[in-house]
T-cell receptor, first 111, second 115 residues
């Protein structure tokens, strides 16, 4: 079992709709959770970090964390063609520890 | 402008040759990291350093070496012992302690191709 798992996609979403991305992790002691966006040929850029159970909203993005079920999700509201990218989920056990990345979910937003 | 720079952007290596990838940051971050990304894959940790003159192996350190002589710099050498070095190499940095200590920021990457 991989430490951090994501559906590779592609997740095809009509423009203006909500894109829902999921990530599961295997280590119960994981404490910090991150979503990065990566455009083709570019480096990852941080979208959201979340540390406690519940929802965290930032603009059109909402991260949801459920430690009991060991999953973290990302919702993209009002999806735009510019949101077409690969979204990487990353998890760390404690502050200052190394990140473990999932394989990424490719999102395609169709006009 | 604060940030992380990597050079070169593209690098071509012949079989049996060692090459060094540069990573510099002016964010005053203590910790620096090197990752490798293969097509369609996530990132895998090669080496990381949380303080000058100290570094630890990541998950795939074989065939690579690093040094951390200055806080701002963390060069990665891909040696001839690395059998499949063609990949996208990413450098990242973070603060070591305090709020946001595990939030990593990435440089633009170096794409290495073995000829």
């Amino acid at each position: 079992q991989k430490e951090v798992e994501q559906n590779s996609g592609p997740l095809s979403v009509p423009e203006g709709a909500i894109a829902s991305l999921n990530c599961t992790y295997s280590d119960r002691v994981s404490q910090s959770f991150f979503w990065y966006r990566q455009y083709s040929g570019k480096s990852p850029e941080l979208i959201m970090s979340i540390y406690s159970n519940g929802d965290k909203e930032d603009g059109r993005f909402t991260a949801q964390l459920n430690k009991a079920s060991q999953y973290v999700s990302l919702l993209i509201r009002d999806s735009q063609p510019s949101d077409s990218a690969t979204y990487l989920c990353a998890v760390t056990k404690a502050a200052g520890n190394k990140l473990t990345f999932g394989g990424g979910t490719r999102v395609l937003v169709k006009p | 402008d604060g940030g992380i720079t990597q050079s070169p952007k593209y690098l071509f290596r012949k079989e049996g040759q060692n090459v060094t990838l540069s990573c510099e940051q002016n964010l005053n971050h203590d910790a620096m990291y090197w990752y490798r990304q293969d097509p369609g894959q996530g990132l895998r940790l090669i080496y990381y350093s949380q303080i000058v003159n100290d570094f630890q192996k990541g998950d795939i350190a074989e065939g690579y070496s690093v040094s951390r002589e200055k806080k701002e710099s963390f060069p990665l050498t891909v040696t001839s012992a690395q059998k499949n070095p063609t990949a996208f190499y990413l450098c990242a940095s973070s603060i070591k302690v305090g709020i946001g200590a595990d939030t990593q920021y990435f440089g633009p990457g170096t794409r290495l191709t073995v000829l």
